[in-house]
């Protein structure tokens, strides 16, 4: 299953982005008794590849996903036990990174390597104690050049 859900990552991480009203990876998921249940957490990166994760599982597991964009991993740490729910899942796949390493109008990121070290490490164990298989995907690399919030890498 991560060989598929990697896969559809990648071709979903190319797909353009519609209005957040509208945006597809935030609809709600009908369950298909029987499946395995799978949860994506992250931001807009894995907004993008979540219909196509869905798509590409279709009739082997219910992907579902948060109800938001996760933002950072400040974020995160706040929210993942509201995330996850009192449900049971067998795979998370969580996604962090591009908004952590964000410019603020002080020059220091939105949240600084260590505490973004220390962010992750907390949500994984949190994820880690639903028993589910975690995956953290690394897909978005920094962009290069001038960009509008500025990031670094």
């Not at 109800?67 to 950072?72: D, H, I, Q, S, V």
């Not at 036990?81 to 795979?91: K, P, Q, R």
Request: a positive charge; zero cysteines.
């Amino acid at each position: 299953m991560k060989k598929l859900i990697l896969a559809a990552m990648a071709a979903g991480a190319l797909m353009a982005q519609t209005p957040a009203k509208k945006d597809p990876a935030l609809a709600v998921v009908r369950e298909t008794p029987g499946l395995k249940r799978v949860l994506l957490i992250g931001d807009s990166i894995s907004m993008g590849y979540t219909p196509v994760v869905r798509e590409r599982l279709r009739g082997r597991a219910n992907v579902h996903r948060i109800g938001e964009n996760g933002g950072p991993t400040s974020n995160g740490v706040a929210k993942v036990d509201a995330w996850l729910g009192t449900f049971e899942w067998d795979v998370i796949h969580f996604n962090f990174g591009l908004h952590d390493l964000k410019v603020m109008d002080d020059g220091k990121r939105q949240v600084e390597l260590d505490q973004y070290e220390a962010n992750l490490r907390k949500i994984a164990a949190r994820l880690k104690e639903t028993g589910a298989k975690v995956i953290f995907a690394t897909t978005t690399p920094v962009p290069e050049g001038k960009v509008s919030p500025a990031r670094r890498p």
